[in-house]
């Protein structure tokens, strides 16, 4: 911490809170001169995690903020002056730890999940495969980027950009499957941005919606139409409708999972690649997405799954929603319902093969938007090669630092 400055225990503190899987709050507040460790020490009587945050504070409670000290005199200074200013200034911790996690597993599984998880075979073979794509750029590497748009079971497409390798006579690559995070009203992946390519590889990054793309005659009107479907005309965010949840064919990660499988066979459809390395990738959202991947039976060989959302939907959507139980809980969770036990990344986990390892990229003991309580679990479901990395004090949209003992792997073949 940036905090050499505050050498006053009278005039700053830490104010602590401790909160967990056990039900239990305990929280104060001690001098804080810069220097001088906190150590603070809990029990869990059961197997799980305890959270613990910690903010840097004044004696009447105003959270210390950091100050700018780069250059402003120029372009540069000034844009990273502005970039500092909407980041996160005050001075924090949140993480913790967690007592025989290795016995947690998922909760809430159908019985004929596999049963049902082959239907989405027999939905898709019924659906012609005809796909469209058109080129959008072609870079001075030799990189070209395709808008494509794929049918698909369900209500809507696969849609998303294609980054392929320049052409070289008999030289084959790679193909990944990438997936984004939650994003915002279906902009996530709306438009090929740079960061899809990928040195050697096919690439295939897809929203999640099928929303139709500018360069397939896709208009604002259409957009906006998919946003209110999808949103059940309620205005809650997608996937978070109680009633589309309650019917597991109605529920929006129903026509995901469809097109998430559809994805990865188009993708074994292109002449450039190389046969064998299918891959899948995504944060949070796009985390779950790449489980999926690895479990519908399309032969991927890789998923590189971070900060994965929706891992024990149980813990989060039920019993973290119960104020009574005073879980710990930051409360950006899909309500449970019995259905969502077909889409639950901790429970889908079982059906990945042994062909496939999974990577968890990161898992944070402060992130409880995905608690590591899930992360657990979904991680002790995979019967297939795996590693996890936990990472101490990052929250979901925050990892510090690279420091000595920040990351904690463990990995098994």
Known sequence: ???????SPEDWQLDWRRTGDDGIIERGKVPFDGHTPFVYSTKIDRPGFVRLELVVEDKDGKRYKKQYR??????EGRRAMNAFERSRREVFFDGGAGAAVETLRPVGAPADLAAYWKTFDERLARRPFAAERVLVSTDEAGYRVFAVSVPCAGVYPVTGYLTVPPEEAGRTYPARLETCGYGDALRSNYEPPPRHRRADEIVFAVNPFGVRLPEL???EADRKALWWAVRDGKGVGHAFSRDQNSDRDAAFFNGMVLRVKRALQYLKTLPEWNGRDLIASGPS????QTIWAAACGEGVTRAESDITWCCDIYTNGKLRKDKSLNLAG??????????LGYYDAAIVASLVPKTCKVVITRAGLGDYICPPTGLARLYNA??????IVWSQGSEHGYLPPRYEGRDTVREEN
Not at 334 to 339: G, H, K, Q, R
């Open 1 to 7: 911490m940036e905090v050499g400055e505050l050498l």
């Open 382 to 387: 995979l019967e297939c090669p795996k590693k």
């Open 217 to 219: 005659g896709g208009t």
């Open 70 to 75: 780069g250059d402003t005199t120029t372009p």
């Open 285 to 288: 959202q796009g985390g779950l």
């Open 330 to 339: 930051d409360n950006w969770y899909v309500e449970w319902t019995d259905a």
